[in-house]
């Protein structure tokens, strides 16, 4: 079964500082990972996708992501967080495999991150 | 072009009565899901489809139904309300599962 952990339930970062938010992954064959954000009160917006090629990939808002096999991670990070950062963030993973009961995404339990003035 | 809609965005059941979350998208996407939002729990899928005609059950089916007659609209039953399904349902959309998913605004739900 695939899986997702995000070790990290809060992370709190100064304005300005650079942002890491950690994801880990378990999932048979190649991952296809994905970052979203979700706002208060609102559904989640996509950030960023890793389906193959560069393990650095760049999303929206000045974000990006490192995808490391031999860790089977894929850290979020941002060089200069803003105060409108702040939200819920979440790694998901589904398996390159094609077939019944493999179009499945799994997303981790999330990660609040409050960026302080 | 109105992307992912969901109704009704709020809805108290008692426990034991039915009711059917509505989920349409009009940007002729394949896969369609459900998710649910507890605190602590994340998303937990329950029902997908990737396409007309065809769905299948995700992590937590149990007490959930689905079907997909058409590739815009993609209802979610609830067959006997229980407490425990009290939470927030999220329904999403995208091309095909390994791409990026629009999600709904959700359906916040208190089952008593």
């Known amino acids: 079964a695939q899986s997702v952990a995000q070790p990290e339930d809060q992370v709190n970062v100064a304005e300005g500082n650079p942002l890491t938010v950690k994801c880990t992954y378990s999932?048979?064959?190649?991952?296809?990972l994905f970052w979203y954000v979700q706002y208060p009160n609102r559904g989640l917006q996509f950030l960023l996708k890793?389906?193959?090629?560069?393990?650095l990939v760049k999303g929206s808002y000045g974000f990006e992501a490192e995808f490391n096999k031999s860790q089977t991670s894929f850290h979020l990070k941002k060089p200069s967080a803003l105060v409108s950062d702040s939200a819920l963030y979440f790694c998901?993973?589904?398996?390159?495999?094609?077939?019944?009961?493999?179009?499945?995404?799994?997303f981790g339990k999330g990660t609040k991150l409050s960026v302080i003035p | 072009n109105a992307g992912v809609t969901q109704t009704p965005k709020f809805q108290v059941l008692k426990t034991g009565q039915s009711m059917t979350l509505q989920c349409a998208q009009d940007?002729?996407?394949?896969?369609m899901s459900w998710y649910r939002q507890d605190p602590g729990m994340g998303l937990r899928l329950i029902h997908y489809?990737?396409?007309?005609?065809?769905?299948d059950q995700g992590e937590v089916p149990n007490g959930y139904n689905v079907s997909r007659s058409t590739t815009e609209d993609f209802p979610l039953r609830l067959l006997s309300a229980a407490p425990s399904q009290t939470s927030v349902y999220f329904c999403?959309?995208?091309?095909?599962?390994?791409?990026?998913?629009?999600f709904g605004p959700g359906t916040r739900l208190t089952v008593t």
């Open positions: 890793y389906i193959t090629g560069d393990n």
């Open positions: 998901a993973v589904r398996s390159s495999y094609s077939g019944a009961g493999s179009y499945q995404l799994t």
């Open positions: 489809s990737v396409g007309a005609g065809i769905t």
């Open positions: 940007m002729n996407h394949e896969y």
């Open positions: 999932v048979s064959g190649n991952p296809y």
């Open positions: 999403a959309s995208s091309r095909d599962s390994y791409y990026e998913q629009y």
